[in-house]
Nanobody
């Protein structure tokens, strides 16, 4: 089991920036594609951003494209989500997830994720 730990959440004002961090002590981190999902209050969990095992491929939900940037540092076993120009609708619990590289399942679907963190809450006040 890969243990993932998210941090960086908190209460911010609309328009502000926040960087979320997801880290693990697992030495096989570079074997995994990584994704960020979020669950707004009262809603289902949804895909936010994904990044390939080597950082060479990234993709985003339309709702965050141009505002959020996903990156990773395999030497530090860490994946980041830089969130800029935050809106009230970005309020959610943010989860990072890991998927074995070359998995046949899509990275942007819940069922494609093999390991989840416990999440970190981001609240954006308008």
């Amino acid at each position: 089991q890969v243990e993932l730990v998210e941090s960086g959440g908190g209460l911010v004002q609309a328009g502000a920036s926040v960087r979320l961090i997801c880290t693990t002590s697992d030495r096989t981190f570079s074997n995994y594609s990584m994704a960020w999902f979020r669950q707004p209050p009262g809603k289902d969990r949804e895909f936010v951003a994904g990044i390939g095992w080597d950082g060479g491929r990234t993709f985003y939900a339309d709702s965050v494209k141009g505002r959020f940037t996903v990156s990773r540092d395999n030497a530090e076993n860490t994946v980041y989500l830089q969130m800029n120009s935050l809106k009230s609708e970005d309020t959610a619990v943010y989860f990072c997830g890991a998927q074995t590289a070359y998995s046949p399942y899509p990275l942007n679907r819940d069922y494609g994720i093999e390991h989840w963190g416990k999440g970190t809450l981001v609240t954006v006040s308008s």
